[in-house]
């Protein structure tokens, strides 16, 4: 399927199909940006809203259901999102009001909410409002607030969270007492951290 350009923007075709009278006609969503996590994907439109597709397993939509879809569909109402990072099963998205909240598989405690238990819906992920930047690694999420500090949860096995253990953590901990990170990455089961005089940490599997 192709998939052209504009401005920016990735534009999506997509064919809707209400109750049984048939189809309307092909319907363009505009997206702005998106992230593809193992078997699904999600995308935020320029209007705010959040739509995912594909595998569904554990909630990793956050449709409230469990059912594969083939086609975008609406992730809840609203009109906020800004930022949207998903990995193999599970999902993490930021809100215009600096709250972040998370969906899909929850085996390590890697969506936050202080549970083990998979969400197909977005649950918000503590009480902070100054959440600035997420990633998702296989079963672990790492993110910065606004206030340069670095907090992680989920699976810890390989010391992938960076707090000095290998125990698992179901909600966000602070690693370290710096306060000058500017970005952070994460994959499979290990994470890297950029902070703001240019040097480089990297934890976890090696």
Do not use: C
Request: glycine fraction near 16%.
């Amino acid at each position: 399927m192709n998939t052209p350009k504009q401005n920016g923007s990735v534009r999506l075709a997509a064919l809707l199909l209400i109750g049984f009278t048939g189809f309307l006609p092909a319907q363009d969503l505009v997206f702005h940006q998106v992230a593809a996590g193992g078997n699904h994907t999600v995308g935020l439109q320029a209007d705010g809203t959040l739509w995912a597709w594909g595998r569904n397993q554990y909630g990793q939509l956050g449709d409230g259901t469990t059912v594969d879809e083939s086609s975008p569909v609406r992730i809840g109402s609203a009109t906020n999102w800004v930022t949207v990072a998903a990995d193999v099963f599970h999902t993490l998205g930021l809100q215009a009001d600096g709250t972040l909240w998370a969906w899909g598989r929850n085996q390590y405690g890697q969506l936050g909410d202080g549970t083990t238990a998979n969400k197909s819906s977005p649950v918000r992920i503590g009480s902070a409002t100054n959440w600035v930047t997420v990633a998702v690694g296989g079963n672990h999420t790492v993110g910065l607030q606004a206030d340069g500090t670095l907090w992680a949860w989920g699976d810890n096995g390989d010391g992938q969270l960076g707090d000095g253990t290998t125990v698992d953590k179901r909600s966000p901990v602070r690693i370290g007492s710096a306060t000058n990170w500017v970005t952070v990455a994460a994959g499979g089961n290990h994470t890297v951290g950029l902070q703001a005089d240019g040097t480089l940490w990297a934890w976890g599997d090696n």
